[in-house]
């Protein structure tokens, strides 16, 4: 069975300013709304994904109202042939960021039938955490009306060979360049590459679920798993809740391959050696002095994190090495912690930099570390485990997230 195809993927018209019209995921520097201010000055009137995602750091702020402008500026940019229809293809992308010379990926789509973040499911495409059903109204609200999708899901594959991305990646200068620019704030450069020959990729792909190569990796070769939600677990899981509710009035030729059945995404290998794993560490707000206390009594492991505040500065936190282990102590007491103590707010950060700057604003702001995931250790601990604690990794540092480029038409036709 194939859960990967290529689309009709719209990109930027030519003469487009690419410096502004790319952004970064939605759900970066959700605690520093500043930088997304800064970034609004920046780009001003010109074309821009700013136009079509709705930062989470803007949250509570008539969401309504914004979610109506965001499928205006996507009728806009169509209408008015901002974005254009590249062709039925993939795009092969390389990124380089502040802290690695290069990243591959390649973008797709996923067919959301192969793709289930339900328990105890075992779908070719998984859910990498815990799905929070209450976080996926407000984002399907999003694509009710979207004639478009412009995702920032990360797909991983677990290609030890290295024979699909890094492949076609060697054989670039067959392919169109279609892009090649600077992204803003610090983000790094972004190369694209047009492909069009796509049946071999597939077969390619088909072959990571095959009897032997399952064996080889997992011992087991009815394992019958081709790629894990990296990033965007949620993104993804609001893709299939709104195709989920699409397809019942469709017949079933309709569903077959209407443009809501399937997801763009960006594929990359886990072995990808500009692929970093890097923890997520957690900021709490408003809590009490008893968080304290409980914050202490999990000290149980040779792990050395830390409790960061404005007014003490670092302290030591005794944790288990393990990570998924430590993540889910740390995560366990701050959710229940929250429930006895609704006043108390919790925000999920990437990088010690950006922990600190948020602490050293906010006397009320006490930052946690956590200890990075293991990459070798993901797709064995999904197949065994089903899936990680909540926010138990990233792939890169803040800057280094996907920025949105691509996009595709979730509706019967708008062009």
């Not at 169509?78 to 990124?95: F, H, P, T, W, Y």
């Not at 469709?250 to 072995?271: C, G, M, S």
Request: proline share 6%.
């Amino acid at each position: 069975m194939r859960a990967f195809f290529p689309a009709h993927i719209l990109l930027p018209r030519p003469g487009t300013d690419l410096s502004k019209w790319a952004v970064i995921a939605c759900d970066q520097f959700t605690s520093q709304p500043e930088y997304w201010d800064a970034l609004n000055q920046q780009i001003g009137e010109a074309p821009s994904t700013l136009r079509l995602i709705l930062p989470e750091a803007y949250l509570g702020k008539d969401e309504v109202a914004e979610i109506q402008k965001i499928n205006r500026h996507m009728d806009e940019y169509l209408q008015k042939s901002v974005l254009l229809d590249a062709g039925n293809c993939m795009i092969l992308v390389e990124r380089q960021t502040p802290y690695v010379a290069k990243r591959l990926g390649l973008i797709l789509t996923v067919d959301l039938e192969m793709y289930s973040y339900a328990p105890g499911s075992h779908p070719l495409i998984r859910a990498t955490e815990q799905t929070v059903a209450s976080r996926i109204p407000p984002r399907v609200k999003i694509r009710e009306k979207a004639p478009i999708e412009i995702p920032h899901v990360l797909l991983l594959i677990n290609d030890k060979e290295e024979q699909i991305i890094e492949t076609l990646y060697a054989h670039r200068d067959t392919l169109e360049l279609v892009y090649d620019f600077d992204l803003n704030m610090n983000g790094g450069h972004l190369r694209g590459y047009k492909v069009t020959d796509l049946t071999a990729i597939q077969n390619q792909f088909e072959k990571l679920t095959s009897p032997k190569y399952s064996q080889k990796m997992y011992a087991n070769p009815q394992a019958g798993l081709l790629g894990l939600v990296g990033d965007g677990n949620h993104s993804l899981a609001s893709a299939k809740a709104h195709w989920d509710n699409v397809k019942q009035s469709l017949t079933e030729a309709q569903k077959q391959d209407h443009p809501a059945r399937y997801a763009l995404v960006e594929v990359e290998n886990i072995y990808d050696e500009g692929l970093k794993f890097e923890p997520i560490h957690r900021v709490v707000f408003f809590a009490d002095q008893d968080f304290w206390s409980g914050l202490w009594n999990l000290q149980c492991g040779s792990y050395h994190a830390a409790v960061y505040t404005k007014t003490h500065g670092a302290r030591p936190l005794h944790l288990p090495k393990v990570a998924p282990v430590a993540i889910k102590l740390i995560q366990d007491y701050i959710d229940s912690y929250i429930k006895t103590h609704p006043g108390t707010k919790v925000d999920y950060v990437h990088g010690m930099d950006n922990l600190q700057a948020i602490c050293d604003k906010d006397r009320d702001a006490i930052g946690i570390t956590l200890p990075p995931l293991a990459k070798a250790d993901l797709f064995p601990y999904v197949l065994k485990e089903g899936v990680l604690p909540r926010k138990s990794f990233s792939m890169g540092e803040a800057v280094e997230k996907r920025y949105y480029f691509e996009s595709k038409l979730i509706v019967a036709s708008k062009i």
